[in-house]
């Protein structure tokens, strides 16, 4: 069984910056895509970045230049880091990763940007 637990969020003013961090527990042999995902009060969840097994990274336009991911391979741990945070960026984020032809999802994290 996988398990992901997401930890590093928090209260933050605008202009600040926190990093996330989500680490798989469990038997995995190896992981392909990992990523983020958001989720504020309201609307849909919204694709934030995603790292390939290769190292190739996106980030969704509104966090560009602001938000970057990246992962530790030896540690089965996903990280987002956000500077520059906005109001807009408050939301809940959830980590996911693809392993074994399935995504897997954490119980996610929420990041409240004060103005």
């Known amino acids: 069984q996988v398990q992901l637990v997401e930890s590093g969020g928090g209260l933050v003013q605008t202009g600040g910056s926190l990093r996330l961090s989500c680490a798989a527990s469990?038997?995995?042999?190896?992981?392909?895509?990992m990523g983020w995902y958001r989720q504020a009060p309201g609307k849909q969840r919204e694709w934030v970045a995603r790292?390939?097994?290769?190292?190739?990274?996106n980030c969704a336009d509104s966090v560009k230049g602001r938000f970057t991911i990246s992962r530790d391979n030896a540690k089965n741990t996903v990280y987002l880091q956000m500077d520059s945070l906005k109001p807009e960026d408050t939301a809940t984020y959830y980590c996911f990763m693809v392993a074994y032809g399935r995504s897997y999802w954490g119980q996610g994290t929420q990041v409240t940007v004060s103005s």
């Open positions: 790292i390939s097994s290769s190292d190739i990274a």
């Open positions: 469990g038997r995995i042999s190896s992981i392909g895509a």
